[in-house]
C-alpha cells in the first residue's frame, strides 16, 4: 500500500505539486533520522543527513526509475549521506583524550555497554536495531525504507540481539542482571 501511495506523490511532486514532495518528506523523515543516527550515533548529525538526503532526494527526483521504490531510494541516500558527514567529521575533527567513548567504556554500567554493544555492530544490523528499538518502526516500515524483505528483517535483528548479548556477556553482563 505504501509503495503504490509513494508512486502516485512521486508522480505528482515530478508534476509540480510541492505539497505531495513534502506528504513524502513527513512520511519518511522519522525513518531517515533513524537510519543516519545507526550510522553517526549523533543525534545532531543524523537530523542534519536526513535534512540533507531529503533535499539531495529533491534535487534527484527525476532520476529516480521506480517511483513506488521512492522510500528504499530514500533510505540509500540518507545511509550514503550519512557515511559521507561522519567521514567528514571525523577527518575534521581530532578525538580528544577522555573522549566520550572512553569515559562510556570505563563506566561499568550495563547502559553503556549496551550503547557500546549496538555500535559494534556491523552497519546493517545497527540500522535495523535503530529503526526497530529506537524509532519503534514495524517490520512492514523498515522494508519499505531498506528495501528488504520482512523475512530479511527478522533474520538481522535476531543475529543483532544475538551479537549484543554475546557482547554484553563478555563485558560481564549475564542473564542474572537484568
Known amino acids: 500500500m505504501t509503495d503504490l501511495a509513494d508512486a502516485i506523490l512521486v508522480r505528482r511532486a515530478l508534476d509540480g505539486d510541492v505539497g505531495s514532495f513534502a ?8 525513518a531517515l533520522v533513524a537510519t543516519a543516527h545507526a550510522i553517526a550515533a549523533d543525534e545532531h548529525l543524523a537530523e542534519d543527513a536526513a535534512q540533507e538526503a531529503i533535499a539531495e532526494a529533491c534535487r534527484r527526483l527525476r532520476t529516480l526509475k521506480k517511483p513506488h ?9 540518507c545511509r550514503n549521506v550519512a557515511k559521507d558527514m561522519l567521514t567528514e567529521r571525523t577527518r575534521s ?6 573522549s566520550a567513548a572512553t569515559r562510556a567504556q570505563d563506566n ?3 547502559k553503556a555497554a549496551l550503547d557500546r554493544a549496538v555500535r559494534a555492530l556491523p552497519d546493517p544490523l545497527r540500522q535495523i536495531v535503530y529503526l526497530r528499538y529506537y524509532n519503534a518502526m514495524t517490520y512492514e516500515q ?3 525504507v531498506l528495501g528488504l524483505s520482512q523475512q530479511a528483517i527478522n533474520g ?7 551479537k549484543i548479548a554475546q557482547t554484553m556477556q563478555a563485558n560481564g553482563f549475564g ?3 537484568r
Open 23 to 30: 506528504a513524502l518528506c513527513e512520511r519518511y523523515y522519522p
Open 69 to 77: 521504490r521512492f522510500g528504499s531510494w530514500l533510505g540509500a541516500i
Open 93 to 98: 575533527r581530532r578525538v580528544a583524550e577522555g
Open 108 to 110: 561499568g554500567d550495563a
Open 142 to 144: 523498515m522494508s519499505s
Open 156 to 162: 538481522r535483528l535476531r543475529r543483532a540481539r544475538r
Open 175 to 177: 542473564e542474572d542482571d
